[in-house]
């Protein structure tokens, strides 16, 4: 583009010039002044012009290899346009360097359609080569090292060198190598990186563990299963790999208009030169009305047709939190008939919560919830910073614990000012004989709506049940009642079990619900939707969801979400509020529309003068083409297309 618009720039100054500065009234510099140097005006423009032409070859290998295929494309109008324009003026140079006489030239024309085409490509290629930082990422997840038993001894090797079959040390805080199987040891992991799910996992001897996953609070030994790309993390990176891969551009509108547009005006552009032959005028004169059809039907303002409207559309999306990183994203967005929605992160908050507190009669709520926060502040458990979290938004101060064990898989024991505190499971309580009374039906019941509840006893009594959960987003149900006014099928999807996601689904509203999904079967479902005909859009915020975002027809990552997930979608909503969805669709709809609008004035104008070229106006004593009407054409054109993409400059979320 640069080496271009070295050469275009002043081609086009010292084209325009002599109408600009005549205009102005002002003195042109003599070398360049058509009136006074004629033959030097069009030997430098034609000197100007060739660079530019050999810069963009590309676009003449394809659009005439396009053309002779019989499938003409937006290439092919820029290659028989520049081609026409280029030829013609180099005809009309040899002319004025021969007779001294100025003849109309249109070099400007060949080496400015070129020139913005080549920055709207350069844009496209930046855009495209984005995609990688997605697979950079990934990678950059798996720890460099793992310690492992060598001939009796504990040794860290680098993650290549780990083997089937090796014993792997994790210790607590660290990040597990490799996938493998626990032979030693009681500990939760946190899999969110990879399951997208908030609440650690509780892990046991034969226990899977996922490589990448982080140990939260037991020391383990395990023994190696997956290494390299078989591991659930290598698998996922394959999938980003083969879906960003194999994820077709969308074809261009004015490409669609070309492949009936080029073929019309080369027909025309034979007809009518063959016509004025075979009437009886000169060889020259039929070559001329051929050359002149060419060149007034290819429309300058069809190189800011699309990009002008898509760059103030990408701009207004901006300007309200949605960052649409492509074109083509903003172009597909329009026509997505079912969205996929990931459950955690994305529907819901991500982090777990008391939802409720429930006592028997003589217990305090605050009392209750005070005590269970003395005792989670020992633990390292998520669930219990939940608790620790809601103590601390009322205000409460933690009690002095004077004993504390981690009952793994079970819950805690603890001692607070002589009083012996159990909090944890059903199992945990039946085995050290708490008679549950009425909680265990209250218990049930928040289990059914997705929410964990943790029974808290208080020296061998029951005195009440803490629940958590993963709430849902405020704006998250009005969303997707939105979505279906808009006539889209929404879609659920989760790693999460089935009656926690039912739970979450019954309340937003949600079509569909696909639950305890693995995170490489993401990208699959996504693939069966599409394998319906259907343009699928996946809105999500993990690592797990990126092989899903990078298959969908469009991938729209919460901003809060995981860098992997950003890099693998097209759209990012800064706010990580499902009411962008809407926005973004709302944004790409009236773009299109701006699209065929501005594809209309772009074509409209230039059609006009087709007749002009093909020389009716001569028929009837006019003349046989006023240059004028040409440049008044693609002008009008030009601005008409700026000013309605400036419109979408009102555009406001609904």
């Keep these: 583009f640069i080496m271009s618009a070295l050469f275009a720039v002043p081609l086009l100054i010292i084209a325009m010039g002599p109408m600009i500065i005549e205009s102005l009234g002002s003195m042109l510099p003599e070398i360049i002044d058509p009136m006074i140097h004629t033959k030097s005006y069009a030997l430098i423009q034609l000197v100007l012009v060739v660079p530019v032409i050999l810069i963009g070859r590309k ?75 997605a697979i950079k990422k990934l990678m950059e997840l798996a720890p460099k090292t793992a310690r492992i038993m060598r001939n009796g001894a504990e040794v860290e090797v680098d993650i290549d060198e780990v083997e089937i079959g090796d014993i792997i040390y994790v210790k607590p805080g660290e990040k597990i190598p490799v996938d493998g199987e626990i032979v030693e040891g009681i500990t939760s992991i946190d899999e969110s990186m990879l399951t997208g799910e908030s609440i650690p996992v509780e892990k046991n001897i034969g226990d899977p563990v996922i490589g990448a996953s982080i140990n939260k609070n037991g020391f383990i030994k395990y023994r190696a299963a997956k290494i390299g790309k078989d591991t659930v993390l290598g698998q996922i990176i394959k999938l980003v790999e083969e879906a960003q891969g194999s994820k077709a551009p969308i074809e261009k509108l004015a490409d669609i208009i070309a492949g009936y547009f080029v073929p019309v005006v080369i027909v025309l552009a034979f007809i009518s030169s063959i016509g004025w032959y075979l009437y009886g005028e000169s060889f020259v004169f039929a070559v001329t009305i051929f050359i002149s059809v060419l060149v007034i039907a290819c429309p300058c303002a069809l190189g800011l047709a699309t990009p002008t409207a898509i760059m103030v559309g990408t701009g207004k999306g901006a300007e309200y939190g949605v960052l649409i990183k492509s074109g083509i994203a903003l172009e597909s967005a329009h026509s997505i008939k079912t969205i996929v929605l990931d459950k955690t992160g994305t529907i819901t908050d991500g982090k777990p919560k008391v939802t409720d507190i429930k006592t028997v009669d003589s217990i305090d709520e605050n009392y209750l919830l005070k005590i269970a926060a003395s005792c989670e502040k020992a633990s390292e458990h998520p669930l219990g910073e939940a608790i620790v979290r809601e103590s601390e938004n009322r205000k409460l101060e933690c009690e002095k614990v004077d004993y504390f064990s981690a009952i793994p898989g079970h819950g805690i024991k603890a001692k607070i000012k002589d009083k012996n505190i159990l909090m944890g499971n059903a199992k945990l309580m039946h085995q050290n004989n708490v008679n549950l009374k009425y909680m265990e039906g209250m218990s049930h019941d ?91 859009a996946m809105v999500g915020d993990g690592i797990n969801d990126a092989p899903a975002l990078a298959q969908a027809d469009v991938g729209m990552a919460i901003g ?49 003068g087709i007749p002009v070229a093909m020389g009716v106006l001569f028929i009837f004593g006019g003349p046989l083409l006023n240059p004028m009407i040409a440049a008044l054409a693609m002008s009008f054109s030009s601005v008409s297309v700026l000013l309605n993409a400036l419109r979408l400059k009102k555009f406001k979320p609904d």
């Design 560 to 608: 809060s979400g995981t860098d992997v997930a950003i890099e693998s979608a097209d759209i990012v909503l800064m706010k990580s509020d499902l009411m962008d969805v809407v926005t973004a669709i709302d944004l790409s709809k009236k773009t299109i529309k701006n699209i065929k609008e501005n594809l209309f004035w772009a074509f409209g104008y230039n059609s006009l």
């Design 446 to 536: 928040m289990a059914s709506k997705g929410k964990t509840p943790m029974y808290v006893a208080i020296d061998g009594e029951i005195a009440g049940i803490i629940a958590v959960a993963d709430t849902v987003k405020k704006n998250s149900r009005q969303a997707i009642e939105k979505l279906h006014s808009m006539g889209i099928e929404v879609v659920m999807i989760t790693g999460d079990h089935k009656r926690t996601a039912d739970a979450i689904a019954n309340y937003v509203g949600v079509d569909k619900t696909l639950a305890e999904v693995l995170p490489q079967d993401k990208a699959n479902e996504v693939k069966k939707l599409q394998a319906e005909n259907r343009k699928v």
């Design 59 to 133: 676009y003449f290998s394809i659009g005439f290899k396009s053309l002779f295929r019989g499938n003409p494309n937006m290439d092919s109008l820029i290659a028989i346009g520049t081609s026409a324009a280029f030829l013609y003026s180099t005809a009309s140079a040899v002319l004025t360097i021969m007779d001294g006489k100025s003849h109309h030239m249109y070099f400007e024309s060949a080496g400015v359609i070129l020139t913005l085409i080549t920055i709207g490509k350069y844009f496209e290629a930046l855009a495209k080569g984005k995609t990688s930082e």
